[in-house]
Every structure is written in C-alpha cells, then in structure tokens.
C-alpha cells in the first residue's frame, strides 16, 4: 500500500487561503469515506482536525475544511494564521482482512505562513 | 481528562529486544482501539497496527506483521508493542493513538507524546 500523494508543501500569506490535495486510488481514497487529516507542529504529537472526510472535532477552528473527490481528497485552511504554520498530512481507511487493516497516510505537506 | 502516556525514550543495540508501553486514562480504556503509528527521524507517518483492549482482537498493517508484537492489559489500562530483534531501521519515534469510534477508521482523536527509539551499535 503506497503513501496517499500529497504536495511537499504550500504556503500562503496571513488571511489568505491555502489547500493541500491528498491524491489516492480507487482503492483507498476513492472507495471510502474515510479520510482524516492531521496537524502536527515540530516536535510534538499530531493533532486530528478533520475525519470523516469533511468533519471536524469538537474545538477544531471553522477555518479547516475538506472534501473529497474521486480519489483525491483536500484540506482548506481559510483566513490562514501564524499558528497554522505545521505539517499536514491525510490519512485513508484502505480495506481489512483477517489480523489485518489498512489505513494509509499521505506523504505529508509543510504548511508556511509567509 | 482523557490522556495516553507513553514510557520514556530507548537506546537500543541491534539484536535486542524492547517493549515500549502507553497507558490509557480519563475513558474506558476497553472501549477504544488503540493503534501505533511510527515516525522516521524527518519523515511522515506510518500505521503500524491496533489492537482493542476489551477482547484483546489485534490486527496490523501487513508491512509490520511479525516484526512487532501488539499487545494490552485490560486491567491496567496499558498497551504495548515490542520487538524481538531490533535493527537500526527501527530507530523512529512511536506514538500510541486511540481510535475514536469502536468502528475502526482512522480518526484517532488522541495521541501520545511519543517514545523515540535508537537503535545503534
């Protein structure tokens, strides 16, 4: 099971917007709704903004959003803020079988706030 | 307050074994999937497996079965992964997770803070 596609990275200025595309197959992205994505800041733990494909946590800033397409699925972070600076990555269910499951992450993509 | 604590960083010698641990409070820990993710020293993330306490029903993703064992205490609220034979590819950080729904998709809406691994000669 290969990484999900996703850009090395993106950058944009304070307030403006930025979308991170997160690219899989018929097989993992594109047969389920099942795609999450992760906020992680250097050195500490990622943090979930977005499962379910389009829903957010509890306590989760209404400025990230994300849809899917076919087999690409994307993260938009709106009115974009100094904070936001940090690594993202999307994360798919892939199938299950006997002792096994597959969730499949992206590549990961490093956000800049310029 | 829900809280995944994992135990302190390793250095290890390849060949050895090594059992790292994180432990579960603020939930009920039987309830809950608990997976393990890796991370190489300045790359991304990778699932490694998951394991539910309440019956102990372990499943791995195929590129790590049978070279780490996932495990738990139900009654102590701990799950563990260790290696029989540790390489220097192993060397990464691992952090615990706890999958949010008893479905098993990939929202883990709690991490822990990681256990970084060396492993070096």
């Known amino acids: 099971q290969s990484a999900l596609t996703q850009p090395p990275s993106v950058s944009g200025s304070p307030g403006q917007s930025v979308t991170i595309s997160c690219t899989g197959s018929?097989?993992?992205?594109?047969?389920?709704?099942?795609v999450s994505w992760y906020q992680q800041h250097p050195r500490k733990a990622p943090k979930l903004i977005i499962y379910?494909?389009?829903q957010r946590p509890s306590g989760v800033p209404d400025r990230f959003s994300a849809s899917k397409s076919g087999d690409t699925a994307s993260l938009t972070i709106s009115g974009l803020q100094a904070e936001d600076e940090a690594d993202y990555y999307c994360?798919?269910?892939?199938?299950?079988?006997?002792?096994?499951?597959?969730?499949?992450f992206g590549s990961g993509t490093k956000v800049t706030v310029l | 307050e829900v809280q995944l604590v994992q135990s302190g960083a390793e250095v290890k010698k390849p060949g050895e074994s090594l059992k790292i641990s994180c432990q579960g409070s603020?939930?009920?820990?039987?309830?809950?999937?608990i997976g393990w993710v890796r991370q190489m020293p300045g790359k991304g993330l990778e699932w490694m497996g998951n394991?539910?306490?309440?019956?102990?029903?372990?499943r791995y993703m195929p590129s790590f079965h049978g070279r780490v064992t996932i495990s738990a205490d139900k009654s102590i609220s701990i799950a563990y992964m260790q290696w029989n034979s540790l390489q220097a590819s192993d060397t990464a950080m691992y952090y615990c997770?706890?999958?949010?729904?008893?479905?098993?998709?990939?929202?883990?809406?709690?991490w822990g803070q990681g256990t970084l691994v060396t492993v070096s000669s």
């Open positions: 997770v706890r999958l949010r729904t008893i479905v098993t998709t990939p929202d883990f809406d709690y």
């Open positions: 603020g939930y009920n820990f039987d309830f809950h999937w």
């Open positions: 394991i539910y306490p309440g019956d102990s029903d372990t």
């Open positions: 018929t097989s993992d992205v594109g047969a389920y709704d099942y």
């Open positions: 379910d494909v389009s």
């Open positions: 994360c798919s269910y892939a199938g299950s079988y006997t002792r096994a499951i597959l969730f499949v």
